[in-house]
């Protein structure tokens, strides 16, 4: 069994930087892309950043400039840095992998989510 557990959300002020983890866990074959995602209030889940095995990366044009996915694939974790935070970049983020194991190929796996909110 895969979980996929994150932390690292919190309460910060506008321009204020966080930094997310996400460790995955369990009966772990191999990890294709990490991910994460966030969903704001009211609005639907969508792509922050992701990251392939390889390193290579993918953000959404709202983020660009502003935060960073890595990865530490002998952890099996992903992380992901953000700074100038602005109080639209509050939401639940959640964590995303692409994990096979023993048993089965490729799957999508998440998180339950951390909170960020961006405020005075």
């Known amino acids: 069994q895969v979980q996929l557990v994150e932390s690292g959300g919190g309460l910060v002020q506008p321009g204020g930087s966080l930094r997310l983890s996400c460790a995955a866990s369990?009966?772990?074959?191999?990890?294709?892309?990490m991910g994460w995602y966030r969903q704001a209030p009211g609005k639907q889940r969508d792509l922050v950043a992701t990251?392939?095995?390889?390193?290579?990366?993918n953000y959404a044009d709202s983020v660009k400039g502003r935060f960073t996915i890595s990865r530490d694939n002998a952890k099996n974790t992903v992380y992901l840095q953000m700074n100038n935070l602005k109080p639209e970049d509050t939401a639940v983020y959640y964590c995303?992998?692409?994990?096979?194991?023993?048993?089965?190929?490729?799957?999508?796996?998440w998180g339950k989510g951390t909170l960020v909110t961006v405020s005075s």
């Open positions: 995303n992998a692409y994990i096979s194991t023993a048993q089965t190929t490729f799957m999508s796996y």
């Open positions: 990251i392939s095995a390889g390193g290579s990366t």
């Open positions: 369990g009966s772990i074959f191999s990890i294709a892309t």
